[in-house]
């Protein structure tokens, strides 16, 4: 049953990263032709609810929708601690080294080419993030013969990955705190605890103080999507009857095609409209898109393939069943392909200004990059026939 799940996700999250591409040549289009006008107009649209709370339609996407997509990650977390792939140190380790590492060195490459730019350096946790949907679909690419457990170790990263995410997202791009909006969440969350206390399996109540917290979050400070991580958290993992899945289980089943197939797609087409109308070879070398080339592409094949190096050879971890060293380092150039996590922390750290064009243009450049370079490595290990079983060294 664990396995039967396990190939319906990678299917899933596999396929949805080919609705993130077909969304992404959407919005590339349109900002490129003279619809340009169109689409920014669609994405400025304004909407309104209730008396304090107004957005753009951008803005209720990354905002308002995003939540649902954190709100699936936690479920996922939440799943993968206590029953899945993370549930014992032994299973956890090596991702969680890995993971570290492929967040600690991008951060630190790119600190270090802007570490002369101060209205730059919020920008550090960009090149962190990896897209789960895009670097499955590149192993989706190369068919059936890489190990399952290879896909697995990825998926367990990634997930560890957008944890680190939404905790840098949490204690660093939060700005004013409103301190009695922020005690209402408080209660609003023990409420929902309470609810999990008592084992209620319906949706409906945690709906409604979920939609509470939210917008207690919101007008808190704290970014909102933190809410739906703290949402997911509350969701109880185990049903009293046996004939039936859980709640959080039965939630991961009906959300994630709406999150692959709609939530993200979206994202990526209001995200990712590039304009190439005013770049040149010389805006590459611009430090901002610099940093989150260099640290996408460099720094995350470093920090993870150095940590599960270290991590196997000082005997903290072993590698995955039948997966060698090469398989590693392919996976690791292809989690620089950060995408929607990495447009995402862009807008916390600049906003929509003139550094829009600069985050796009990094973000673009050392995820494609990132993802031909792991897909060829990974290839080229599988036409040379690299033992699956002999974890030589490169």
């Not at 799943?79 to 492929?102: D, F, H, S």
Request: proline share 4%; aromatic share 12%; charged share 5%.
């Amino acid at each position: 049953m664990r396995i039967k799940f396990l190939h319906k996700f990678l299917q899933l999250e596999a396929s949805g990263g080919i609705s993130l591409g077909i969304a992404t040549l959407l919005a590339l289009i349109l900002a490129n032709s003279s619809w340009q006008t169109y689409y920014q107009t669609f994405l400025n649209f304004s909407i309104n609810i209730g008396p304090s709370i107004h957005f753009s339609f951008l803005h209720f996407i990354n905002d308002g929708l995003m939540t649902v997509f954190f709100f699936l990650v936690s479920l996922e977390i939440k799943r993968e601690l206590v029953q899945g792939e993370l549930n014992t140190l032994t299973k956890a380790l090596l991702p969680t080294l890995a993971a570290i590492g492929g967040m600690i060195i991008p951060a630190l490459v790119y600190l270090t080419i802007n570490h002369g730019y101060p209205q730059l350096i919020s920008g550090w946790a960009i090149p962190m993030a990896t897209d789960i949907a895009f670097s499955l679909g590149v192993l989706s690419l190369l068919g059936k013969h890489l190990p399952v457990a290879l896909k697995i170790f990825l998926m367990a990263l990634a997930i560890i990955d957008d944890l680190g995410a939404i905790i840098v997202i949490a204690i660093f791009y939060t700005q004013q705190i409103g301190w009695l909006y922020l005690f209402l969440s408080l209660l609003t969350f023990i409420g929902l605890l309470s609810l999990n206390y008592f084992k209620i399996q319906e949706f409906l109540p945690y709906c409604l103080l979920g939609i509470t917290l939210w917008i207690l979050i919101f007008n808190s400070g704290i970014h909102a999507t933190i809410a739906g991580v703290l949402f997911g958290l509350t969701i109880p993992l185990n049903s009293s009857n046996k004939n039936f899945n859980s709640l959080l289980h039965h939630l991961i089943h009906q959300l994630h095609p709406w999150i692959a197939f709609g939530i993200l797609p979206l994202f990526a087409f209001a995200n990712a409209g590039l304009s190439f109308s005013n770049i040149k070879l010389s805006t590459f070398i611009h430090p901002l898109p610099l940093g989150i080339i260099v640290g996408l592409f460099f720094g995350k094949q470093l920090g993870i393939f150095g940590a599960s190096w270290l991590a196997v050879k000082t005997k903290l971890a072993k590698l995955p069943y039948q997966v060698n060293w090469w398989h590693i380092y392919g996976t690791a150039l292809i989690c620089g392909i950060g995408f929607t996590m990495s447009l995402f922390i862009a807008n916390l750290a600049f906003g929509d200004n003139e550094l829009t064009t600069l985050v796009r243009l990094g973000v673009f450049t050392g995820s494609v990059l990132s993802g031909i370079a792991g897909y060829s490595v990974l290839s080229l290990a599988q036409q040379n026939n690299q033992p699956l079983d002999n974890p030589s060294k490169i």
